[in-house]
């Protein structure tokens, strides 16, 4: 069995006070006022990350993720009356959704759910558990994901719109509104947990950055639930890469600019899409790519995104964009600069390479 040691190069230990308890704007601090640590080879620099616009380049080439949040986290009870928090993570079918049982203190997933339970939810739907997810864990190891029989079968999207909340963590100090769980391009709902990485724009950054000739572009990865405490990588998700984004994406690189992915779904998706050699196309339907330094980037150059929970995959996925040595440079001065983690909390930016010494 791989473990979390096995699998990530780096390692670090979050010092008390490092989670961001709730949205910047809470603590007097604007979207786009959040701390920026900009890693580059032999370098780190602590910016905020309004200043995006001095250290992107005319013809760089950002990419975001439009979907948006829903309210992914309904209060239900087992068969024995015992309340149970489901975290739903995305819907296979208006008969089969997937979900994430959480311990009643919110202190990580329930790990000792088993096939055939039932559960009761708001509204007379009730779901039976199947088969762990994406695949059936063996009998010696507990799933955290659970497909879900759905009973009587509910289109998931309007059944969250009424009984919903955002998903929330221990480490929140309080329930906040779905609209702090959005990007300001959000569009397409689908993300039981926000595509984080995009929060600090604002509209008038967004504006700042094209007037110096940044150019953006969408693509669409509904986010499933995640997990703070259990290292795994991560699930089968929805994505689609339109085309005139793998034209814009497929333009940039051969003229030597970078493509800066807004996150980890945003990476996953370009990836997903992009064939050997670099050349991308427009994809959609499900990926279930996991981008680690064996298997590195092909098309992304740049990369903005949150700070990752020491066990969190998603480091695998940072190395390999920026390489192990750097992402573990980025993390130290983190560390020890008392960043704040988590969707609420500060940024980093990495440029691995000059923007124009790519593909030449």
Excluded at 32 to 55: C, M, S, Y
Excluded at 79 to 89: F, L, M, N, Q
Excluded at 340 to 349: A, C, P, R, V
Aim: charged share 20%.
């Amino acid at each position: 069995m791989t473990t979390a040691a096995d699998y990530l190069a780096t390692q670090f230990t979050l010092p008390p006070g490092s989670e961001a308890s709730g949205p910047p704007e809470s603590r007097g601090v604007p979207r786009d006022g959040v701390r920026l640590l900009v890693a580059r080879p032999g370098q780190i620099e602590h910016r905020h990350f309004v200043d995006l616009p001095t250290l992107l380049e005319p013809g760089d080439l950002v990419v975001v993720n439009t979907s948006a949040t829903v309210p992914a986290a309904v209060s239900g009870c087992r068969d024995d009356g015992h309340p149970a928090s489901v975290h739903i993570a995305t819907s296979l079918s208006p008969g089969e959704w997937v979900v994430e049982l959480r311990q009643h203190d919110g202190c990580g997933p329930d790990l000792s759910t088993r096939p055939g339970q039932r559960l009761h939810l708001p509204g007379g739907v009730k779901l039976a558990l199947s088969a762990g997810y994406p695949d059936a864990a063996p009998p010696a190891r507990a799933s955290r994901l659970w497909r879900a029989a759905v009973i009587p079968p509910t289109p998931l999207a309007e059944y969250l719109s009424v009984y919903g909340r955002p998903i929330g963590y221990g480490y929140l100090s309080k329930r906040y509104p779905l609209a702090d769980y959005q990007t300001v391009y959000a569009r397409q709902p689908g993300s039981a947990e926000m595509a984080s990485a995009g929060r600090p724009f604002t509209a008038p950054l967004l504006v700042r950055l094209m007037s110096v000739g940044v150019t953006f572009a969408p693509i669409v990865l509904h986010a499933g639930v995640s997990s703070p405490e259990v290292y795994e990588p991560p699930a089968p998700e929805r994505f689609e890469v339109p085309e005139p984004t793998a034209r814009l994406v497929q333009s940039a690189r051969e003229s030597g600019h970078r493509v800066v992915a807004v996150g980890t779904t945003v990476v996953r998706a370009l990836e997903t899409a992009a064939h050997p050699g670099g050349v991308i196309k427009p994809a959609r339907g499900w990926t279930d790519l996991v981008l680690t330094p064996s298997r590195p980037v092909r098309v992304v150059t740049g990369l903005i995104t949150g700070l990752h929970a020491p066990q969190a995959s998603h480091l695998r996925l940072l190395e390999a964009v920026a390489g192990v040595e750097l992402v573990g440079a980025a993390y130290t001065a983190a560390v020890q600069h008392r960043y704040l983690w988590h969707e609420f909390g500060d940024s980093t930016l990495f440029l691995p390479e000059c923007a124009r010494r790519h593909n030449r």
